[in-house]
């Protein structure tokens, strides 16, 4: 069956460090990728997606995330985390049945 | 105010009893879903409807029924058919149903004693 892996469940980061959470996805066809943010008591919102042309997509806040399409992958990245991106993070992807399909999502917590 | 809105935040109910989740969404977009988020495992879809009087059954639909009589409104009801209601539901709207970006409301959490 078709589905969104994300390896992380909890990343503990100190403020500066660099980020990267994975996402794989199980499908050959052409996709949409999505990644989205809960912060802490707000809504769930877009911070960036990908849908054609060049694989690497910035987003808001300073993430990016790289389309791998030989590995089936949407890793997000961050080059320095603040404690402001303490929040969880959500990997989705739209394909194989038009129907959005989330990760299980990766807890970000940010040391001061 | 452009967005989506649920109501109530917290909601509790007996177990035994139908209760009608609500979302209202003022962006004029044609979509409407709704998402059940549990802890470690994401969000699961349970219905989303393309357009006024349509709607289609996600992946966890068992349980659960969906109206939408206005562009506007897609109501969900957990029925005691529903074995593990307790969770904290989601609503979301897209232009179109797809490759649209999905816009999400701030969730009901769902209690059932």
């Known amino acids: 069956a078709q589905s969104v892996s994300q390896h992380n469940h909890h990343v503990i980061l100190s403020e500066a460090a660099s980020l990267e959470l994975g996402c794989n996805y199980s499908?050959?066809?052409?996709?949409?990728l999505f990644w989205y943010v809960q912060y802490p008591g707000q809504h769930l919102q877009l911070l960036l997606k990908?849908?054609?042309?060049?694989?690497l997509v910035k987003g808001i806040k300073g993430f990016e995330a790289e389309f791998i399409k030989s590995k089936f992958s949407f890793n997000l990245r961050k080059p320095s985390v603040q404690w402001s991106d303490t929040a969880e993070y959500f990997c989705?992807?739209?394909?194989?049945?038009?129907?959005?399909?989330f990760g299980a999502g990766t807890r970000l917590t940010v040391k001061p | 105010d452009g967005g989506i809105t649920q109501s109530p935040k917290y909601l509790f109910r007996k177990e035994g009893q139908n209760v009608t989740l609500s979302c209202e969404q003022n962006?004029?977009?044609?979509?409407m879903y709704w998402y059940r988020q549990d802890p470690g495992q994401g969000l699961r879809l349970i219905y989303y409807?393309?357009?006024?009087?349509?709607?289609q059954k996600g992946d966890i639909a068992e349980g659960y029924s969906v109206s939408r009589e206005k562009k506007e409104s897609f109501p969900l009801t957990v029925t005691s058919a529903q074995k593990n209601p307790t969770a904290f539901y989601l609503c979301?709207?897209?232009?179109?149903?797809?490759?649209?970006?999905?816009?999400f409301g701030p969730g009901t959490r769902l209690t059932v004693l």
């Open positions: 962006l004029n977009h044609d979509a």
């Open positions: 990908y849908f054609s042309g060049d694989p």
């Open positions: 409807s393309q357009i006024v009087n349509d709607f």
């Open positions: 989705a992807v739209n394909g194989w049945d038009n129907d959005m399909r």
């Open positions: 979301a709207s897209s232009l179109r149903q797809g490759d649209d970006e999905q816009f």
């Open positions: 499908y050959g066809g052409t996709v949409n």
